[in-house]
């Protein structure tokens, strides 16, 4: 695998180039699995070892996003532990990140009841500790997000059912 270190706007991110398959790449950005399209293919002569390796696990697509990404696509789901509710995990309206930062805590759990304005998680962002509030009242079904995480803007953080 090839490995590549990014910085977009003062965030740091490691990118591993899995397996290339004519325009369709399969890469790990901060270790997350993402399948990309690329815009132009990868020549496999000239890159041997990139067609060679194949990768564990699907991911989601990422429609055309460059050979080497320069930015980190939006992170896919992670498998959340079921709500112990009715609703479906994963069901429900996402809350997405407002602006790109790392994840310093999360404060509910997955089938927790929140209300519009509960503090869901802190996300921190040049240097200041940002409360990320609920949107929407409802029960927690998804967490996508860990403390540590990097996200970006627009990234679903977790979603409300």
């Known amino acids: 695998m090839k490995k590549y270190q990014y910085k977009v706007k003062g965030v740091d991110y490691e990118v591993e180039i899995a397996h290339v398959e004519g325009k369709i790449a399969k890469v790990n950005v901060n270790g997350i699995p993402f399948e990309i399209e690329m815009q132009k293919p990868i020549n496999a002569a000239k890159h041997p070892a990139l067609a060679a390796t194949k990768v564990q696990s699907p991911a989601a697509a990422a429609p055309n996003a460059p050979q080497a990404p320069a930015a980190a696509p939006k992170p896919a789901p992670a498998a959340a532990a079921p709500a112990p509710a009715a609703v479906p995990a994963?069901?429900?309206?996402?809350?997405?990140a407002p602006l790109p930062g790392t994840i310093t805590e999360v404060k509910v759990q997955v089938g927790q009841q929140v209300n519009v304005g509960d503090t869901l998680l802190v996300l921190e962002a040049m240097k200041m500790q940002n409360n990320i509030e609920s949107e929407y009242a409802g029960q927690v079904t998804s967490i996508i997000v860990k403390p540590g995480d990097t996200v970006m803007e627009g990234a679903v953080l977790l979603t409300i059912g």
């Open 90 to 96: 994963g069901a429900g309206a996402p809350l997405k």
